[in-house]
């Protein structure tokens, strides 16, 4: 299957974006993915139930910030982080910074 909702990076918008990284879960994914490296949904653990999990993927997901893949019953998602240090240079090496300084995000976790 293709990747569900792939935005053209100029599609980004700054205001969606900041919204979607409102939330200490959300920018706790955003730190296990800026590796680079793709993790399965159940790789991801976070303090919220799984369903809650989905909705803060959904979000990442419909502001660009993340690209999803489906395999088979298994989605796959990535950080777009090409895409948002073209359309918003410095925007994820700031956010990561002082999400590491304030240790926001912590508590989700990467279970590979």
């Known amino acids: 299957m293709a990747d569900q909702h792939s935005h053209e990076a100029r599609e980004m918008s700054l205001p969606r974006v900041l ?14 993915l800026a590796d680079g490296r793709e993790r399965g949904w159940g790789q991801l653990r976070a303090p919220v139930a799984k369903s809650t999990l989905s909705h803060h993927l959904k979000i990442l997901r419909e502001a660009g910030i993340t690209r999803t893949r489906q395999e088979g019953t298994r989605c796959f998602v990535t950080l777009r982080r090409a895409e948002l240090d073209e359309r918003f240079p410095d925007l994820t090496r700031a956010l990561l910074a002082a999400a590491d300084a304030e240790d926001v995000g912590e508590v989700t976790a990467d279970e590979s």
């Open 19 to 32: 919204a979607a990284l409102s939330d200490p879960t959300r920018i706790g994914i955003v730190r296990i």
